[in-house]
């Protein structure tokens, strides 16, 4: 009979947890949260103190019945999800659903427990000491969870009525969205200040020249405005003798960073890997739950990856101490372990993200991994290693060089340049950086060998113009690093607040930068004018803060939640009053409709804001606006750029907007129907092939859609062969003809039979050749979950589902 049952959120961490514990135990996958808020409706007695309705989600409860037989018979039962809020959370369904609820059964004993890292020292340990579930750790969860859909269920209807639906929003998000577009809003309005260097190119008795900046005059700092004071002091400065004043050298010092916490880990891989922060948690999550590594079998192969603790355990400091001095010598390594101080709210109970072992090199497990495991990894693995390891140390050169100008003026110049003196932990790894800084100038600087007194020889002066710039648009990165020095939200977050704001619709990204779109402008504004307090950056971080004391037991959670929704249902009823409409609003322009004569306004419509003639409904004329509605008011509209004329009529082009962008039309619709692509969306040429039209014996070429690229045939239009995109699995239903991709008229990816209309087989899921061992159904279909991908049956009687290995991705 089996002793105890052993449950984990998925399959990959449950085979890593199995290799450990023996046959003693049974190991199952909860494959996530079992219970959740429904969808439905607000699930939370707002009346009844926040009291929230737990549903078990759909397709869960045949999983939970296989639990709950597994159950039956056991001694113990071990919840083993992972170590953060979500995990208890997990876990305390768990508990309450596995509980019999009669004196009938004999209940097992249920224990919690919780490891960093899935190694067999760590399960060993945390088996050792099993603990109850700790349910002020769920409150916060529950907190969390019941905010989030107070705020997103309560405002996101009135943003389908006033604005369209489909819109939402979120505590978190939104103040996301808000850093966003106030940081476009500052670049728009910024007003560029000029200002000049000057540099002069000086020759020492050897090379290099010293290239050297003038920064002050007559003791004094000094700043260049303008051209005509630039030219002055070049002016000042002809045939001026150049005299080193002072040569200062001091060494300097360069500490490691300490190891990765989740949003560090974010940032790295964003600024060096290019992974979106999405793709860095999954990775992540992959290393942690166990990989096959060989003769091994399945090993975790890095600590718990959502922590913001910078804790490393004693015995994984001894080991990496241990591995430098092997592999880098006892001078990379300092006498005593490095410690990091980790944030004021830091749990540290967890560690930092770090190899579960030192000794496993990347290299040596590269042939296990794929790519961009191995690069996330390898990033961990040093990054660690460096954290352990001594200072780099410098060299640090000053000069400064004066000179007498004709105008009567002593003028210093400086030159600061670096020379690498010991690498220490450079020798593994050096961070990042989001922007340029003074160090890097100086590394890359050579000086020549100089002394005070010496006269040095006039080769170039050059005076340049430059202006300041904008602050940059959000990357990935550092939005991240923004919102959590902000203290808005947490890390384990960021991954879901990032797509939410590009799935709505609220911001595009360009060269890897956040751009907000109109729609995420006009949905800040709107929020903003009635929500200004709730998605305010620093209530977001105080409503944190809170969550952090309900974790720790110091505040009771329906009183945090109490004392958000008095200021909450306020800003709600004067919302619902008095927020702007957006789709009735009309905004006067100087435009005067050409079919009519009467003015043209601006109004909202599916796709965003245009211009349209106010004679409507008997005058339907309209025109694309080509500014972002909250900054029209900058905008002339007397004129709409460059005239395009239509070629077929001779009459004016318009910009519009469709379900795929803007393009231009003739003003004569309907009467003339020409449109034309706009010229920065130029149609790729055909690509030809060496394959031949099965059909009519032409070339086949690579084609390029709207929807991407396909094959068909050359002759077109005169033969319309299209080749198919089969997938490798013959029909299930006629086992004639192939399954094959197709697309339908929104865009969406659906898989059909070669042989239709013949065979009318049609699945949204891609279909899996395999028969389901369950119902005996003649194919399974792909899925993806919160876990992962599943192959599941398609039949909706049968709940057979079992998770997919995961295919390698490109980065």
Known sequence: MTK??????????????????????????????????????????????????????????????????????????????????????????????????????????????????????????????????????????????????????????????????????????????????????????????????????????????????????????????????????????????????????????????????????????????????????????????????????????????????????????????????????????????????SKKEAQDAHEAIRPTSAMRAPEEIASFLQEDELKLYRLIWMRFVASQMMPAVFDQTTIDVTAKGKDGNAYTFRATGSVPKFKGFLEVYEEGKDQKDDEDEELRHRLPRVEAGEELKFKSILPEQHFTEPPPRFNEATLVKELESDGVGRPSTYASILSTIQEREYVKKEGGKFIPTELGMVVTDLLLESFSDLFDVSYTARMEEELDEIEEGKMEWRAALAEFYDRFQKDLEHAERHMTDIKRMERPTDLVCDKCG??????????????????????????????????????????????????????????????????????????????????????????????????????????????????????????????????GVRCPNCSEGEVVERRSKRGKTFYGCSRYPDCDFVAWGKPIAEKCPECGSSYLIEKYLKAGAVAQCPNSECKYKRALEPVPASA
């Open 598 to 727: 009467k003015p043209m306004v601006i109004k909202w419509g599916r796709h965003g804001s245009f211009i349209a003639c106010t004679g409507y409904p008997e005058c339907t004329n309209t025109r694309e606006l080509t500014v972002d509605l909250p900054d029209v008011d900058k905008a002339s509209l007397t004129e709409q750029g460059e005239e395009e004329y239509c070629e077929n009529c001779g009459r004016p082009m318009v910009l519009k907007k469709g379900r795929f962008g803007q393009f231009y039309a003739c003003s004569g619709y309907p009467d003339c129907k020409t449109t034309k692509q706009i010229g920065g969306s130029q149609k790729k040429p055909d690509e030809p092939l060496d394959e031949t039209c099965p059909q009519c014996g032409s070339k086949l070429v690579r084609k390029y859609g709207r929807f991407g690229e396909f094959v068909a045939c050359g002759n077109y239009p005169t033969c319309k062969y299209v080749k198919q995109k089969t997938i």
């Open 4 to 341: 105890s049952l052993v449950i984990v959120e998925s399959p990959a961490k449950a085979k890593t947890i199995g290799k450990y514990l023996g046959k003693q135990y049974v190991v199952k996958a909860s494959l996530g949260h079992i219970k959740d808020l429904p969808k439905k409706d607000l699930a939370v007695a707002v009346d009844r103190d926040f009291e929230p309705k737990y549903e078990v989600i759909e397709g869960k409860k045949k999983l939970i019945s296989e639990l709950k037989q597994a159950a039956k018979g056991v001694d113990s039962i071990y919840l083993a999800a992972d170590p953060d809020r979500e995990g208890e959370a997990i876990c305390y369904h768990l508990q309450e659903e596995l509980t019999p609820r009669t004196g009938k059964d004999k209940a097992p004993q249920i224990f919690r427990v919780m490891f960093n890292e899935i190694t067999a020292n760590a399960v060993r340990k945390a088996f050792e000491k099993p603990a109850a579930v700790n349910v002020n750790l769920v409150e916060a969860q529950q907190a969390r969870r019941i905010l989030d859909r107070l705020v997103g269920y309560k405002i996101s209807p009135l943003l389908w009525d006033k604005v369209r639906r489909g819109l939402s929003a979120g505590r978190v998000q939104t103040v996301a969205l808000r850093l966003i577009v106030d940081r476009e809003r500052e670049i728009r309005a910024f007003v560029p200040r000029e200002y000049w260097t000057i540099d002069v190119g000086l020759a020492a008795k050897k090379p290099p020249v010293l290239t050297a900046r003038l920064n002050k005059r007559n003791g004094e700092n000094l700043e260049i405005g303008d051209g005509t004071t630039s030219q002055a002091i070049v002016e000042a400065l002809d045939e001026a003798s150049y005299f080193v004043d002072s040569v200062t050298t001091r060494e300097k010092k360069r500490n490691p960073v300490p190891p990765f916490i989740t949003s560090t880990l974010q940032q790295e891989a964003a600024r060096k890997l290019r992974f979106s922060v999405k793709r860095t948690m999954a990775l992540a999550q992959r290393l942690y739950e166990g990989i096959e590594i060989g003769k091994e079998g399945s090993v975790g192969l890095i600590t718990y990856m959502r922590t913001d603790s910078t804790r490393v355990s004693q015995d994984a400091l001894n080991e990496v101490r241990e591995m430098i001095t092997g592999r880098y010598g006892e001078a990379f390594r300092p006498e005593t372990p490095n410690i990091y101080k």
